[in-house]
């Protein structure tokens, strides 16, 4: 099964030269990704890989990377991070339809960040809507959600510092 995701990349000021990144990339296994180089030490990378779940698609295009860019530092793996406008996009309704849902029931998610503008993780949005029904969901993004979920959550679980680790997850256990 084919499945679609980015990943974002911080370049180091060694890896400038985006001709040979890309050189690199296709030697690495990376031919089936789209690159892109818009910004300064940036970059992403739009796969449609083929495999057996979305988890093993997201962890050899990891992998694949990490030997074409071994001083990449991966920023975010998409679709993850979304707001109401995001959702509603791929559901094909309204940004209003969306809010209604969200203010009209206490279980939809909380946010994972809730100021002028709130962001969900996908596939929390994704299980609420499967459990209130109604939706058709296409069950590959929502595998590709669940797996850039947790690939965006293991990366940020990797910066905390050690001794805060253990008091941490008893906290939140």
């Known amino acids: ?98 809010r209604k849902l969200m203010v009209n029931n206490a279980s939809f998610p909380a946010p994972i960040h809730d100021g002028n503008v709130a962001i969900w993780h996908l596939a929390d949005v994704f299980a609420w809507l499967t459990w209130k029904g109604g939706y058709q969901l296409e069950q590959r993004t929502v595998a590709v959600a669940k797996a850039a979920k947790q690939i965006n959550l293991a990366r940020e679980a990797g910066q905390l510092a050690p001794e805060m680790r253990l008091e941490v997850q008893a906290l939140f256990a």
Do not use: W
Request: glycine share 8%; net charge negative.
């Open 1 to 98: 099964m084919e499945y679609t995701f980015t990943l974002k990349y911080q370049l180091s000021a060694a890896d400038c030269d985006h001709d040979q990144l890309v050189e690199r990339l296709g030697a690495a296994g990376c031919d089936d990704a789209l690159v892109g180089v818009g910004q300064v030490r940036r970059i992403a990378l739009e796969f449609t890989r083929e495999s057996a779940t979305a988890e093993a698609a997201l962890l050899s295009a990891l992998a694949d990377i990490k030997r074409a860019i071994p001083g990449a530092r991966l920023i975010e793996a998409t679709p993850d991070f979304v707001g109401l406008t995001d959702v509603a996009e791929l559901l094909g309704v309204s940004r209003q339809n969306m």
